[in-house]
């Protein structure tokens, strides 16, 4: 069999991209190829299953943009196949006076990415949305909402095997090769064929593009974010989503409250590093990703810049009373015993060498292969975009 393209992970962006190509070309013979034994098993499946609105994003970028764009198609899409979702609001706190510069910025950069009905709150205003929440000035942002992402992904898979995809797991990617003219996938067990290849694959995005781009000149540092739950007897105390005013030179948004569309409040996350890209747990450890991150001279350059920051978020992840003070400036009845204990994810920061975050969306490509080499939060919402724009890509190619 020669595909016509083969997709390498079945995240949320792999699955949109199959979806967006199917949608153009139906006749297209696509394969996916995932690593492990079902779809969006990391970042997709770990996500806090927010719609993001745009709010944050620098004008222009390819964040912003895709941001509104896939905002836009996502709901469509969900309401066109009945996956549930609620456009419920946030806020964002101004905890203190001198983070009011700070909020005004992002309410600006709100506006021009073309946000409709963001309002300034003043204390008494924040008690009408939330009433437990405490700040001196706050942003409303209508369009935010909840989901389940992998709920997304899952519909995205049976639409597009509805088209005659394929997809076959446990196929762990070894090399691409460009042999007469077509593509060869060498995973550990075979060889898949194709005549374009899409590569989304999240926390490896860079090792998988220097396969065929060796001269890549960014690496991937996870930073793990863990999570607690607020107790069924706290729940009242956050409505929907109560956000802080995040540091301008951290890439997180600090820790926050996030209602899900299953009613469970998640607290956090807080952004630690990571010594294993898709490690979960406090003790997880792997040898090469450790030192492929302590060996770049990015890291250097952010751990000289950040260690302050960085020791705050190691001591917040073994001190649940540092967590919760955190948690505190939002919502000051919050309480350790009103906690348990949450889940976590990994996060992929992308990280030039000479320091620099690579805070928007990066793709890469030659004659025969795209690689999705950085696809951040908003990713998810952004996802049928970002397919759409790596479709294209490819279209472009088979022609």
Same mark, same amino acid.
């Given at each position: ?16 991209? %199959? ?31 927010? +719609? ?8 222009? !970028? ?16 969900? /309401? ?28 600006? /950069?709100?506006?021009? @990415?073309?946000?409709? %009905? ?16 405490? %700040? ?10 909840? +989901? ?56 490896? !995005?860079? /090792? ?30 956050? /409505? ?6 995040? =540091? ?14 299953? @009613? ?14 898709? %490690? ?5 450890? @792997? ?15 952010? +751990? ?14 073994? $001190? ?17 015993? =009103? ?37 951040? $939060? ?6 049928? !975009? ?14």
């Amino acid at each position: 069999m020669v595909y016509d393209v083969i997709i390498v992970g079945a995240g949320i962006v792999g699955l949109a991209t %199959g979806v967006k190509l199917l949608e153009k070309k139906p006749s297209l013979k696509i394969i996916y190829l995932e690593k492990e034994d079902e779809i969006a098993k990391h970042q997709t499946g770990n996500n806090s299953g927010v +719609i993001h609105s745009g709010v944050y994003y620098k004008p222009g !970028s390819l964040k912003a943009e895709n941001c509104t764009r896939g905002y836009n198609m996502l709901l469509e899409f969900c /309401r066109k196949n009945e996956v549930n979702f609620d456009i419920c609001g946030k806020i964002i706190l101004a905890a203190s006076n001198k983070e009011i510069p700070l909020m005004n910025n992002i309410y600006e /950069r709100g506006i021009k @990415n073309g946000l409709k %009905g963001l309002q300034i709150l003043k204390p008494e205003e924040i008690k009408e949305i939330e009433p437990y929440a405490a %700040g001196v000035a706050a942003i409303k942002v209508p369009q935010t909402g909840i +989901i389940d992402y992998k709920e997304v992904s899952c519909k995205y898979l049976e639409i597009s095997q509805n088209y005659n995809a394929e997809i076959s797991f446990n196929q762990k990617l070894e090399n691409i090769l460009i042999k007469n003219n077509l593509c060869e996938v060498i995973t550990n067990s075979r060889t898949f064929v194709g005549k374009s290849v899409v590569t989304c694959t999240g926390l490896f !995005s860079d /090792r998988v593009a220097k396969l065929t781009h060796p001269e890549l000149d960014f690496r991937l540092i996870p930073f793990r974010g863990e999570y607690y739950k607020l107790k069924k007897g706290a729940k009242q105390l956050v /409505r929907n989503l109560i956000y802080p005013v995040p =540091d301008p030179s951290f890439p997180f948004l600090g820790v926050h409250f996030t209602r899900m569309i299953d @009613n469970e409040v998640e607290c956090g996350p807080n952004a630690v590093l990571s010594f294993k890209r898709e %490690g979960y747990n406090k003790t997880s450890f @792997n040898m090469r990703d450790t030192f492929e991150t302590f060996s770049w001279a990015g890291f250097h350059k952010i +751990i000289a810049k950040n260690w302050k920051t960085g020791l705050g978020e190691f001591y917040r992840s073994y $001190s649940k009373a540092a967590f919760v003070k955190a948690l505190q400036k939002l919502v000051p009845d919050i309480k350790a015993e =009103d906690l348990d204990d949450g889940g976590s994810g990994v996060r992929a920061q992308a990280c030039m060498k000479d320091g620099r975050l690579l805070d928007d969306f990066y793709i890469i490509e030659n004659e025969k292969i795209v690689h999705v080499c950085n696809a951040p $939060s908003p990713a998810a919402t952004a996802s049928l !975009s970002i397919g759409n724009y790596a479709a294209e890509k490819v279209i472009a190619k088979l022609c």
